[in-house]
């Protein structure tokens, strides 16, 4: 489908951020663990900062995982399906994972505006909060339309079936 294929680039982009995210955790926790033991002073808002760099790269990663399905699925009772069943079951799927997405998104939105409206900040590195929480709304976002584009894209291939 368009949009999915429109959209890959957007959601590789962040992927790859989320992968870089991930390797700024290694690099910081390696360099708080050097402090510690080296100059006796480790980093006090590592852990502040390696929680948010870890949501960052799940919600980062999120679209692109749901868009290629790449994420752990249980295809037992599916894959006993006849196919015409299958592709309803996965239609049912992308709608449960698009509702999901759009009740997650609703409900991060008031959250977001609060920390905005109040400035919220870390305890201890006094890191701003709203620029790392609109990841979770934009993510859920971008999933859903990753789950409505895979629905789509499903529509036209055969449903998976046993191997």
């Known amino acids: 489908m368009r949009i999915g294929?429109?959209?890959t680039p957007v959601f590789v982009a962040m992927a790859v951020?989320?992968?870089l995210a991930g390797a700024a955790i290694v690099v910081l926790i390696g360099a708080s663990v050097a402090m510690r033991y080296f100059a006796f002073a480790p980093?006090?808002?590592t852990?502040?900062?390696v929680g948010l760099l870890m949501t960052a790269a799940f919600f980062l990663a999120l679209p692109l995982v749901t868009?290629?399905?790449d994420h752990v699925r249980v295809l037992v009772l599916v894959a006993a399906?006849?196919?015409p069943a299958r592709r309803w079951t996965g239609r049912l799927a992308a709608l449960f994972g698009a509702g999901f997405c759009l009740w997650f998104a609703a409900l991060c939105l008031p959250w977001l505006e609060f920390a905005i409206d109040r400035n919220i900040k870390t305890e201890v590195g006094r890191l701003l909060m709203y620029p790392w929480m609109a990841l979770v709304p934009v993510s859920m976002a971008l999933s859903l339309v990753a789950f409505v584009?895979?629905?789509a894209a499903a529509a036209d291939r055969p449903a998976p079936g046993p191997p």
Do not use: Q, S, V
Request: hydrophobic letters at 55%; aromatic letters at 10%.
């Open 5 to 7: 294929k429109g959209l």
């Open 17 to 19: 951020l989320a992968a």
């Open 43 to 45: 980093f006090r808002f």
């Open 47 to 49: 852990e502040e900062l």
């Open 67 to 69: 868009l290629r399905a």
């Open 81 to 83: 399906l006849p196919e």
């Open 149 to 151: 584009a895979g629905a």
